[in-house]
């Protein structure tokens, strides 16, 4: 007992002391400076513009003198030239501990189009190789620019939640990452045809099934033990899907725990489950209706749209994947139009109907000659192309995606106090989208991940 004394005292007063030379040690503090920087709340433009950070976080922002006035004498400065800064962007919809690649032409008639690439992602990769594909992903999607990402789902047992934990500690290198761990599905989830043999323990690696309201309550406790950050659920998949009475359990359960529900919802009905069911988000809404839109803006619920295959994604990555028959080509090509056709009547009616929306890449797959922040910097030319303007893009990954997380006291903004995420284009945003494609500066927590502007 004595001795258990003597170590408990031993190791507080070592904290304790570790904690003064912490407070004792001086702010790192940087100064930014560009040609502009965008508001994405306003819109409005701030020219030339400067950014103190201290510590991590956003301290002042202003014009270069008023700024740099406030700094201390000799502070370290990065100069961006003409650049455009924006706050770091945020991909709400990941899949880090994915990368799947497509079926060959001969291999499409065999199997649907969801396999073998996502089994044999899931199943025939062990817990650990995922885990370090997915620290190669985080670590290319923050070089694109990506500064938070929210990952739902696909992450075996808690995959996403350990790459979570090394991201902040700073073992990897990589986004805020919050972390869903396991899908709650309905029985089943994406594998309805898995050889019964070796079914049950991939369904369990992979997904939290429930179809009652205690299985639900229980499915997000499962969650909760591994510590995410969010819960994210199938609502419909293949026609299996689940109930109100179920979905009402799961968002009182994780709301108890202050967390937030993403609902993967495609069809109508499964839309509709999720708003009755009252959760923070609808991720996809493909068949979303104008009176269901309406009901999601006056509940305040999010839709999260996930526009990776609005512009011809199919065609492009077949076409730097795999030989095809002039035949399956043409079928590719004229199933990517009416795919954009359809997006672009849905971003219409979503843009009028003032309902709150983000957007999230979903990106999950081999994309050759991109990496994966290259291939989620996708999103912004597929939106735009299906008529959503760029500034709503803009705040699709910044302000709004933050609100949608419950994040906007941290990040989503360059104003004072929050977390110092930047990232600066070469050119105007604004007058080009894909300027978010090209990415030259990325400074994560205050500390620079890459800077292409630099002049020497
Ligand atoms: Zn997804």
């Given at each position: 007992?004595?001795?258990?004394f003597?170590?408990l005292a031993?190791?507080?007063f070592?904290?304790?002391?570790?904690?003064?030379l912490v407070a004792?040690?001086?702010a790192?503090?940087?100064l930014?400076?560009a040609?502009r920087?965008?508001?994405?709340?306003?819109?409005?433009?701030?020219?030339?513009?400067?950014?103190?950070?201290e510590d991590?976080k956003?301290?002042?922002?202003?014009?270069p003198?008023?700024?740099?006035?406030d700094a201390p004498?000799g502070?370290k400065?990065i100069?961006?030239?003409?650049a455009?800064l924006?706050?770091g962007?945020?991909?709400?919809?990941t899949?880090?501990?994915?990368?799947?690649t497509?079926?060959?032409?001969?291999?499409?008639?065999r199997?649907?189009?969801f396999?073998?690439?996502?089994?044999l992602?899931?199943?025939?990769?062990?817990?650990a190789?995922r885990?370090?594909?997915?620290a190669?992903?985080?670590?290319?999607?923050?070089e694109?620019?990506?500064?938070?990402?929210?990952n739902?789902?696909?992450?075996?047992i808690?995959?996403?939640v350990?790459?979570?934990?090394?991201?902040?500690a700073?073992?990897?290198?990589?986004?805020?990452i919050?972390?869903?761990?396991?899908k709650?599905?309905p029985l089943g989830?994406?594998?309805?045809n898995?050889?019964?043999?070796i079914?049950?323990?991939i369904l369990?690696q992979?997904?939290?099934?429930?179809?009652?309201?205690?299985?639900?309550r229980?499915?997000?406790?499962?969650?909760?033990?591994?510590?995410v950050d969010?819960?994210?659920?199938?609502?419909?998949?293949?026609?299996?899907g689940i109930?109100?009475?179920v979905?009402t359990?799961i968002?009182e359960?994780?709301h108890?725990?202050?967390?937030?529900?993403?609902?993967h919802?495609q069809?109508?009905?499964?839309i509709q489950?999720?708003?009755?069911g009252g959760?923070?988000s609808?991720?996809?809404?493909?068949?979303?209706?104008?009176?269901?839109l309406?009901m999601?803006?006056d509940?305040?619920?999010?839709?999260?749209i996930?526009?990776?295959?609005y512009d011809?994604?199919?065609t492009?990555?077949y076409d730097?994947s795999?030989?095809?028959?002039?035949?399956f080509?043409s079928?590719?090509?004229a199933g990517d139009?009416?795919?954009?056709?359809r997006?672009?009547?849905?971003?219409?009616?979503?843009?009028?109907s003032g309902?709150?929306?983000?957007?999230g890449?979903d990106m999950?797959?081999f994309y050759?000659g991109?990496?994966?922040?290259?291939?989620?910097?996708?999103?912004?030319t597929?939106?735009?192309?299906?008529?959503?303007?760029p500034?709503?893009?803009?705040r699709?990954?910044?302000?709004?995606a933050?609100?949608?997380?419950?994040?906007q006291d941290?990040?989503g903004?360059?104003?004072p106090g929050k977390f110092?995420?930047?990232?600066?284009?070469?050119?105007?945003?604004?007058a080009?989208?894909?300027?978010?494609?090209?990415?030259?500066?990325?400074?994560?927590?205050?500390q620079?991940?890459?800077n292409d502007?630099?002049?020497h």
């Amino acid at each position: 007992m004595r001795k258990l004394f003597t170590l408990l005292a031993t190791l507080f007063f070592a904290l304790f002391s570790a904690g003064e030379l912490v407070a004792q040690s001086p702010a790192v503090v940087t100064l930014v400076r560009a040609g502009r920087l965008l508001d994405p709340r306003t819109g409005n433009v701030l020219s030339p513009a400067a950014v103190l950070t201290e510590d991590g976080k956003i301290k002042e922002v202003g014009s270069p003198s008023q700024v740099q006035a406030d700094a201390p004498a000799g502070v370290k400065t990065i100069d961006l030239g003409s650049a455009t800064l924006l706050p770091g962007l945020i991909d709400s919809h990941t899949h880090l501990l994915l990368n799947v690649t497509l079926p060959t032409e001969a291999e499409m008639t065999r199997y649907t189009e969801f396999q073998p690439g996502l089994l044999l992602a899931v199943a025939a990769k062990s817990p650990a190789e995922r885990v370090l594909l997915g620290a190669q992903m985080a670590r290319e999607d923050l070089e694109s620019g990506f500064t938070t990402v929210r990952n739902v789902g696909h992450s075996g047992i808690d995959g996403d939640v350990a790459l979570r934990n090394a991201i902040n500690a700073g073992r990897v290198p990589g986004p805020r990452i919050l972390a869903a761990a396991r899908k709650l599905t309905p029985l089943g989830g994406y594998f309805q045809n898995l050889n019964p043999a070796i079914a049950e323990p991939i369904l369990q690696q992979e997904f939290l099934q429930v179809a009652s309201p205690d299985e639900a309550r229980r499915a997000v406790d499962e969650d909760l033990f591994y510590s995410v950050d969010l819960i994210k659920v199938v609502a419909d998949d293949n026609g299996a899907g689940i109930t109100v009475p179920v979905m009402t359990a799961i968002v009182e359960e994780a709301h108890r725990a202050h967390l937030r529900v993403a609902v993967h919802a495609q069809t109508k009905i499964a839309i509709q489950t999720a708003i009755d069911g009252g959760v923070d988000s609808i991720e996809h809404g493909n068949a979303v209706t104008d009176e269901q839109l309406k009901m999601m803006r006056d509940k305040g619920m999010f839709l999260d749209i996930t526009p990776t295959w609005y512009d011809g994604f199919a065609t492009k990555i077949y076409d730097a994947s795999i030989v095809m028959s002039p035949a399956f080509r043409s079928a590719l090509v004229a199933g990517d139009d009416r795919a954009r056709q359809r997006a672009a009547a849905r971003v219409q009616r979503v843009l009028k109907s003032g309902v709150k929306f983000a957007a999230g890449s979903d990106m999950c797959w081999f994309y050759p000659g991109k990496t994966r922040g290259q291939a989620s910097a996708t999103m912004f030319t597929a939106l735009h192309d299906v008529g959503m303007p760029p500034l709503d893009i803009i705040r699709a990954v910044t302000v709004n995606a933050a609100e949608m997380l419950g994040w906007q006291d941290q990040v989503g903004a360059v104003e004072p106090g929050k977390f110092a995420d930047l990232v600066a284009v070469a050119g105007d945003p604004i007058a080009d989208i894909s300027e978010l494609e090209r990415v030259r500066f990325v400074m994560k927590d205050g500390q620079v991940v890459r800077n292409d502007l630099a002049s020497h």
